[in-house]
């Protein structure tokens, strides 16, 4: 699904990645961690092709990122779900259309998906929420709403940048319970984060592969997470 072989990157002159040879199968669960400046947030843009390799190999959905053009990238990127670190949303419209602003974006709305964007906000506990404006929004609602819609448009990859980052621990909890579900419904999940307890609870639930970032390289991490 995600392949990498050798792969390294580099910012100019800085090298941030080296020699990563790694496989994210189909319906795989991997967290990434590593210190602040690490680069798990560079290795996700990897993943998601806002960023190509600077050196070696890497295929996304069986093909060589370096073969993809614009339509390509776009067409791909419609299978990869994003939760940004930072998620912004357009402050003037409401939750609910915030959401939708994927599928509006790439021309496929209508009464189904209507539907689907109500079933989605019920899944995400944020259906009384849904025509609130986004500074309305508290911080667990805000990455609630990052979730849905990061897979609003079915994705086959969910990728969640520090997605507990600055919830309280029942409603980091509860966002772990989301991803977890997704990846259940058959989807590859990859969460970068600092929060061993997130990793810990989600090992017991989840087969879940622990990957640290430490300069430059990246490792398995070791049984004692
Ligand atoms: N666009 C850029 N141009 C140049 N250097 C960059 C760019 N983006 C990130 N960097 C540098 O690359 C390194 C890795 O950054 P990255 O954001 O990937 O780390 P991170 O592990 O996600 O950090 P954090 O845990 O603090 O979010 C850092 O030294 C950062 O300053």
């Known amino acids: 699904m995600i392949g990498f072989e050798q792969a390294g990157f580099s910012y100019g002159q800085d090298r941030i990645l080296s020699d990563v040879t790694l496989d994210i199968a189909p319906g795989s669960f991997h967290f990434l961690t590593g210190p602040s ?40 990127r419609r299978r990869i779900g994003v939760m940004h ?12 259309e915030n959401v939708v602003l994927p599928l509006q974006v790439a021309g496929r709305v209508g009464p ?41 448009s079915a994705p086959d990859i969910v990728l969640a940048d520090e997605p507990t980052g600055n919830l309280d621990w029942a409603m ?11 990846n259940r419904l058959g989807k590859a999940v990859v969460i970068a984060t600092h929060d061993m307890n997130l990793i810990r609870t989600a090992k017991a639930d989840v087969n879940a592969r622990v990957l640290r970032l430490a300069r430059g390289r990246l490792q398995m991490a070791g049984a004692d997470l």
Not at 172 to 182: S, W
């Open 37 to 76: 400046g690490a680069g798990k947030t560079t290795f996700l843009k990897m993943c998601y092709l806002a960023l190509r390799p600077t050196d070696g190999r890497m295929q996304l959905f069986d093909r060589d990122v370096m073969t993809f053009d614009r339509n390509d990238v776009a067409l791909t």
């Open 112 to 152: 189904e998906v209507e539907r689907d964007l109500d079933d989605l906000l019920d899944w995400v506990g944020l259906a009384s929420r849904a025509y609130a404006l986004p500074p309305e929004l508290s911080g667990g609602e805000r990455q609630r709403a990052a979730l849905a819609r990061a897979v609003i």
């Open 85 to 96: 670190q930072n998620c912004v949303f357009l402050d003037h419209l409401t939750l609910r």
């Open 172 to 182: 980091a909890e509860r966002v772990l319970r989301l991803l977890v579900e997704l």
